[in-house]
């Protein structure tokens, strides 16, 4: 499986603090199955830049070779909706054209529609990181759905489908699954005890929904398409 949205560098977020609980972490999602992660920090100013975030990468793969952990980690960012493009795009997926987009987890920002077009205009595809714990959209998933269409893809995070987000931020989860708008899901990890970077409880959770096949496309197909650059459209 491959995990594309997780907070697995040292010290750069509210992630792990040091290289041994990165490895940690990387250990953990090698035992749930998992082969690639996209380390994904939070994107909130212009302090980071995609070149450190390039050389811890680099430095978190040479340790995890040196003490045989299974997993390859590939650059990328979770970046805030309040930044602007010219910023959040140097943050695209292993140097594609996707990009992870965080809304607040208040309220969806009147001007969500304009941040996804400027995104686009880049001709960058933004990818919605778990508009299932977003507030505004849990009481009105049209919200969401209107700002959907082949070019602006989402991503759910698993611990909301096994519940570990509260009931809403659940049945939304399950909700848009069943409209089949969701591309990818992802643990959002960012520690072994409570955010944990694994994905297979998730999966079950959505077999039960969609079947076994579509899934693992959610872990496994869909990802690894953009990943390596390839398009993709929301319904799969
Ligand atoms: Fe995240």
Known sequence: ???????????????????????????????????????TP??????????EVGKSVVKLNRALKHQQVPVEIIPGGETASALDPSISGDFVIANTRYLLLEFPHTHLPQTARETLFRIRKMGVTPIICHPERNPSIVDNPGLLLDLL???????????????????DARQCARYLLKKGVVTVMASDGHETR??????????KAAARILGQEK?????KTNPAAIIQGKRIYQCQ
């Open 1 to 39: 499986m491959i995990d594309l949205h997780c907070h697995i560098l040292p010290g750069l977020d509210d992630g792990p603090g040091t290289l041994v609980q990165s490895v940690e972490m990387a250990r953990m999602a090698a035992d749930d199955g998992i082969t690639r992660i996209v380390a």
């Open 42 to 51: 939070h994107i909130v100013d212009d302090q980071l830049s995609m070149k």
């Open 149 to 167: 269409d082949g070019d602006v893809l989402v991503q759910i995070t698993a611990g909301s489908l096994t519940g570990q987000f509260g009931r």
């Open 194 to 203: 409570d955010r944990k970077p694994v994905l297979s409880a998730g999966v």
């Open 215 to 219: 899934a693992m496309a959610l872990v």
